[in-house]
């Protein structure tokens, strides 16, 4: 099973970014899926989450109104869009199959001036 992200880079405060996960070994379907970040010396942190029936979502506090976690089974993939990053927002982002033990190697997103 793997899971590889892309799409983090260098961006300015108020711009944005959209994070893929492409999955592959694994058929998300039906899965919950969500995403992390991590800053060095803090825990990982939910981020975002997708259920797998239906589509719901839920959201870390801070990111609501700013962040769309979003799926695509056919591709097998998730997405992150992130609108007006701040610099609070800069971590290593992953993604993750809820429940399971894989996680990809991350994305490395920098909001800074």
């Known amino acids: 099973v793997q899971l590889v992200e892309s799409g983090g880079g260098l961006v300015q405060p108020g711009g944005s970014l959209r994070l893929s996960c492409a999955v592959s070994g694994f058929t998300i379907s039906g899965y919950y899926m969500s995403w992390y970040r991590q800053v060095p010396g803090k825990e990982r942190e939910l981020v975002a989450g997708?259920?797998?029936?239906?589509?719901?979502?839920n959201y870390l506090d801070s990111v609501k109104d700013r962040f769309a976690i979003s799926r695509d089974d056919a591709k097998n993939t998730v997405l992150l869009q992130m609108n007006n990053l701040r610099p609070e927002d800069t971590a290593m982002y992953y993604c993750?199959?809820?429940?399971?033990?894989?996680w990809g190697q991350g994305t490395q997103v920098t909001v800074s001036s």
């Open positions: 997708i259920t797998g029936r239906d589509g719901r979502t």
């Open positions: 993750h199959i809820t429940g399971y033990i894989y």
